[in-house]
């Protein structure tokens, strides 16, 4: 039994720290609610069902949906949101802006996809098959998207860490004036960033898709979820987010599992608003405080 | 004839939606995403109220008191936060209340809905609610128009424009903000209880986001802060897709299309006032 519940915490803590990396790309250097966001995650998924359904193999379908949410993603940055940027209340237009552009999307989908929940299967129903450990039950396509989770964000970390584009990146989003000082070009740096963060929140959708299926709404409370993580991790780090979405995983694994999953959303929201008030800076300088005492 | 009925109910609706959201959204710059969430807690606290066997006096009171007190409650949190984090956390405020419809089924009855809402005999035909739904959007404009020329609407814009300054002069900024986020809270409230009764059957889907993301939609497109404004993008934006109908759009999708159309206007109007020095409360 505490297997079971150590297993459905890892994985949801994969696929949220999926999610909320993807988020992070997008929202760290731009400083942007891209609340439209909501809606490349879906669109990756619905783009995929498209293509095999017009009878496109997976393989042309998975880079056509990695596309799409791409394109979505840096479209929204490139047309529509860097026109806003000097504007003296960037962040909340931004905002404004993007919710209007996910009512677009989402709908789009619901009139051509429908609002009823759609399995993404790339392969017939291999996915459904149910593996039986020694004290544990997990899915195939969870145990799929563990792997690609684990290889996504084990190489978004390199990227994001170890490479020329990371570190510009991560100055862009410490300080984009001084960045753009020192010669970085910050409005380049940020597209680049929207467009990883979209690449890898189509990855996310397409998971996401292929364990619980997807609705044109689906999109909004990964969205939520991935702020979660964003703020409870300290709002700073890659790696404070990813501790966050861990710390989440835990939290809703533990809430389905103790009570019923579908309260598991709803304890996020309530973590948010009480993190929020009582202690936005996240739990890494509630750390700091306890050594410093 | 009916239609037109239909269409005045649900423009004088999302007329009083839209106006209520500006008196504090519009005039505070305060943007807030939780009026879908309280016109479905009016809807709901009427509807089970009345279901339980209210008197038709007592119902609207409980209703009401309900979504003040909630209101109340998020006040209480969201004040703490300006901005975009007050956008989210009144975004997950408004997922939070969808959560609790739909999922507190021993109370709500889940995504199954309450059916079968007890009558008001006068406003149960459509010709009785059309002329007592527009003649309250009537009344409320009227109210809101003047409270916003009042001094407490130059109180709120003071608030917007220099906070920290409308406290020096000694004004109660908390209580100032409170009471009207309350007013805004309470009078979609009142819609949703009218809603409830137009349409008998409510489920959690009709007081989602995007429902919240709609009626900001109608407040930005007429202005924030404008009283004539919110109240002719509501009927406007409510308009639009029933003309576009004559042209052939399939009904099927009629709601999803006017989202999606006030989604539009929304970018539309976002990027026609990208401007460097317009600032969010003067959109």
Known sequence: MGMQLLVNSLYSFLMLALVAASFFLVFKPSKYFHISHAAVIVLSAYTFLFCRTAGLGPLFAGVAALAAATALGSLSELVLYRRLSVSRDAGIKVLVLSLGVYLVVQNILSIGFGDQIQLVDPCNGCLRRVLVGSSFVVSSAQLGNVVIAGTTLAGLLVVWYRTSFGRAARSVSENRELAGIIGVNTNRIILLSVALGSCVAGIAGLLIGFEVGITPTAGFSYLLFAIIAMVIGGNESLLGTIAGALLLGALQSGTAFFIDSKWASTISYVVLIAFLLIRPEGVKSLNLALERR | ?283
């Open chain 2, 1 to 283: 004839m009916d239609y037109f009925l239909h269409i005045a109910i649900v423009a004088s609706l999302y007329a009083m939606l839209a106006m209520s959201l500006n008196f504090f959204s519009g005039n505070t710059g305060l943007l807030s995403l939780t009026h879908a969430g309280f016109y479905g807690l009016g809807a709901y606290g009427w509807a089970l109220a009345a279901a339980n066997g209210l008197s038709f006096a007592l119902a609207p009171i409980i209703a009401l008191a309900a979504v003040s007190l909630s209101a109340l409650v998020v006040s209480l949190v969201a004040f703490r936060t300006r901005d975009d984090y007050f956008v989210i956390i009144t975004l997950s405020v408004q997922m939070l209340i969808f959560d609790i419809l739909n999922n507190f089924s021993v109370i709500t009855n889940g995504p199954l809905g309450i059916r079968a809402i007890p009558q008001v005999p006068l406003i149960s035909s459509a010709g009785g609610m059309a002329i007592f739904a527009v003649s309250s959007a009537l009344v409320i404009y009227v109210a809101l128009w003047r409270l916003n020329r009042s001094s407490w609407g130059a109180n709120l814009r003071g608030i917007r424009d220099d906070e920290l300054m409308m406290i020096a002069l000694g004004k109660p900024v908390p209580r100032i903000k409170t009471i009207t986020f309350l007013i805004g809270a309470a009078i979609a409230g009142y819609v949703g209880m009218l809603f409830a009764q137009y349409v008998t059957f409510i489920d959690p889907t009709s007081f989602t986001i995007s429902e919240s993301i709609v009626v900001l939609a109608m407040i930005v497109v007429g202005g924030l802060g404008s009283v004539h404004g919110a109240l002719l993008a509501a009927v406007a934006l409510v308009m639009l897709p029933e003309a576009l109908r004559f042209f052939g759009i399939p009904g099927v999708a009629e709601g999803n299309a006017r989202q999606m159309l006030y989604g539009a206007a929304l970018v539309v109007i976002m990027l026609l006032r990208s401007g460097a020095n317009t600032r969010v409360s003067s959109l």
